[in-house]
Each structure stands twice: as C-alpha cells, then as structure tokens.
C-alpha cells in the first residue's frame, strides 16, 4: 500500500492518505503532472498561496539499482511561468520507497512571514518551525548553513533540500542544495524558478530521513531483482553508471575541500550559499579576491539582480520531438535516459515493462510505456496553454 502526504502551509496541517490503486504505477514526472493538472488553476500566480508545489519519487524508487534513486520537485515556475519539474539523484528517493510514501503536496502559504522546515523521518511527516531545528536560524542563513545544521540535527546520512538568499531576491539564477547523493556530496542545482516557489510558501528546507536501511518488500520480488541485474548489465557499459548526479542536468558538485571544513572558501561554495546556480553567471571578478567573501557575496547577488531586470520574454514553442514520450516515460520510471548507451532506448523500455509487470501486476508494455509519457506531455502542454503562456524551448 503506498500513501502521500499534503501540507497546507496557511493551516500548519499535515495529512497522509492511502494512494488509489490507479495511481500505484504513476511516479516522478508523470505523477507531478497528473496532481498539478488536476489540483490546481493554471492561471494561479506562481508566488501565490494558489501554486501546489509537489515532491515525487519515481515509480520504481526502492528497487534494487541506484539509477532509480530520482527526486523530482514540480510546481508552476516563478521564471518562466510554465510548469516545471525538477528531477535531480539523491537516496531521499530511496527513504521515500521505504516510508511507501509516493509523493508530498505543498499548497497554501503562511500568512504570517515564518520559515518551515518539512521533515519526512521514518514514516511520520511533520511541518516544524526552523527555529526550533536550528538555534541559530536567522532569514538570511545561508543555503549551506542550512545544509550543515539540519544534517548536524538528524545526522549525516539526513538527505536535505534547501535554498539561499537568492530566492529572497527572485534571481533566475536561484538554486536548490541538495545533499544525500552517492559518497554524501552536495549538489547545487539550477531551482529553475522552484526555489522561489519554495520561498513564497515559507518553505525553508526539506528533510528526508530513513532509519536501517532496508529493500522494500516489492524489490523483493525474484523476478524484479533479475530484471534491475539485467538493466545493470545494460547500464554498466554507459560512460556515467551508478555516478547519474552528474548527468546533464546543470548540477554541480561542491569541492572536496569545501565539504571537509567550513572555513575553506571557493566560488562554488559561496555561489550554494547565496543559493546561486554557477552556470550562466560567469562574472568578471578582476582584482577581487576569493577571500573577500563579503565583498563576493555582495557582487554575486548584484549580478542576479541585474540579470533579473533583463530577463527576456520566454521563448517561442518550439515543435514536439518524437522522442519526447520516452523521455517523460523515463522521468516517470525515475531512471534518467543520458545514462543508456546509444541505441539502448528500446532494450531498455522492454525491460522497464517487464519490471513495471514484476513490480505491480498487469499487462505492460514499451507501447503502454510510451503512452503514459504521451499522457505526461499532453497534460504539461495542456496545463501551460490554460495558463496563457508558451512552453519555453528545449536546449
């Protein structure tokens, strides 16, 4: 039986209910886009109470390969205002397949100025004050602060999601710090307007904390273990298996030096700090030193805004690739398709059916596959013309 959560922010409520067997087999990107078709007005503003931020697990989280370790993070973008999932590795989506817990929803937002933490632990989900998990909390703490001091709070292997100053000032280049992926190593990724969303509805961090780790009961199952050793065999030879958090995906690792003590100083550390996205900021640093971190910070975030006030109209729809329904098929699954050698697509959709088969019973097939990502595309375009606005083009 797997279950979700909702979270009303005005409220302060926490509610988790069992999920309908006919949403069993939806997960990460497919998942995202049914409940925000569904729950939520396109034409809502994206920093208002009215936007649902929503926090998934692929569908086949928890089965034994850990290229199915995807989270994902939807909601209607604050910089593009269109629908936007975020997909990035971290074993958070493995926590959440132990929980049985298939997807949080965000909605509402504080009507006093207060900053939460949601805090997913062992099966219980709870919305708690940041003042009560960090002594030291102030609204302006860094991003990596935060990082530190919630993982110092539930301990190191805490899989923990949060934003910086960045945010605050609704820079394009706000990002997201996510750690819990493989070796530990925390990843700033691009927040693509999510970060911001994540600010207006008070949400300071998410945490997500396992106990023992243990394979759920549905990875189990003979015939799945055999399918994801079969999958492994076809990955292995892939230039990035079992290393995905560096897959194209805009995420950047923070330097050793900078995980082994907090006094050690690099762009990229100050950049997850403000909550910055290092890519597309190249800023010309001249005779600034890097140890001047006062001074960096206060260019950094002048940069963004100045990029902000010339952020360009979005960009015409560009027409839809043909392949664009097993790549939202993959994102469903939660296993990321830059992994797969070339020409492996279709080795690998059949044997996703054949672990979709094992894993929840019923007919599947590539060809029901690839029909669940066309439905996925269907309700993103639909979601994005109901809201006035073009899809931006794919890069």
């Known amino acids: 039986m797997y279950r979700y959560a909702r979270i009303n922010m005005s409220t302060g409520n926490v509610r988790v209910f069992d999920l309908p067997r006919e949403r069993w087999m939806l997960g990460g990107r497919g998942l995202i886009s049914q409940v925000l078709y569904t729950e939520m007005n396109p034409g809502a503003d994206p920093l208002s109470s009215g936007n649902v931020l929503v926090l998934a697990s692929g569908m086949f989280a928890g089965c034994p390969l850990s290229c199915f370790d995807s989270l994902f993070l939807g909601a209607k973008s604050s910089s593009t205002g269109q629908l936007q999932i975020l997909r990035f590795m971290s074993r958070g989506a493995r926590i959440m397949a132990s929980m049985d817990m298939r997807f949080a929803i965000i909605e509402g937002r504080p ?39 919630l993982q110092r709070h539930f301990g190191g292997n805490a899989c923990v999601v949060s934003w910086g100053h960045a945010a605050v000032v609704k820079s394009p280049e706000a990002s997201l710090l996510v750690s819990g992926s493989s070796g530990n190593v925390l990843k700033n990724i691009p927040g693509l307007g999510l970060s911001t969303v994540m600010f207006s509805k008070g949400l300071r961090a998410i945490v997500l904390r396992g106990g023992v780790p243990h394979v759920p009961q549905k990875a189990s ?60 900021l190249s800023p010309e640093f001249g005779t600034l030193s890097l140890s001047d971190e006062d001074s960096l910070r206060t260019l950094l975030l002048e940069r963004c ?58 007919e599947w097939s590539r060809d029901s596959l690839l029909r669940m990502g066309a439905e996925t595309l269907n309700r993103e375009n639909a979601f994005n013309d109901w809201a006035g606005l073009q899809p931006a083009e794919n890069e």
């Open 305 to 362: 805004r100045q990029k902000h006030a010339d952020t360009q109209p979005l960009p015409s729809r560009s027409e839809v690739l043909s392949d664009e329904q097993a790549g939202a098929a993959f994102d469903s699954m939660g296993l990321c398709r830059n992994a797969l050698p070339p020409g492996e697509q279709e080795r690998t959709l059949t044997l996703m059916a054949e672990l979709a088969c094992a894993v929840y019973g019923g």
């Open 221 to 280: 199952n003979d015939r799945a273990d055999s399918i994801c050793r079969d999958t492994a065999c076809l990955l292995r030879c892939a230039r990035i298996h079992n290393d995905l958090e560096q897959t194209p995906y805009g995420q950047v690792s923070l330097c050793r030096s900078c995980l082994g003590t907090p006094k050690t100083l690099c762009l990229e550390r100050v950049c997850a700090d403000l909550g910055l996205s290092p890519d597309g």
């Open 111 to 149: 009507a006093v100025e207060k900053q939460y933490v949601l805090v997913l632990d062992r099966g219980r989900v709870s919305l708690l004050p940041a003042t009560e998990l960090l002594p030291d909390f102030r609204e302006g703490l860094g991003s990596y602060a935060i990082n530190e001091g």
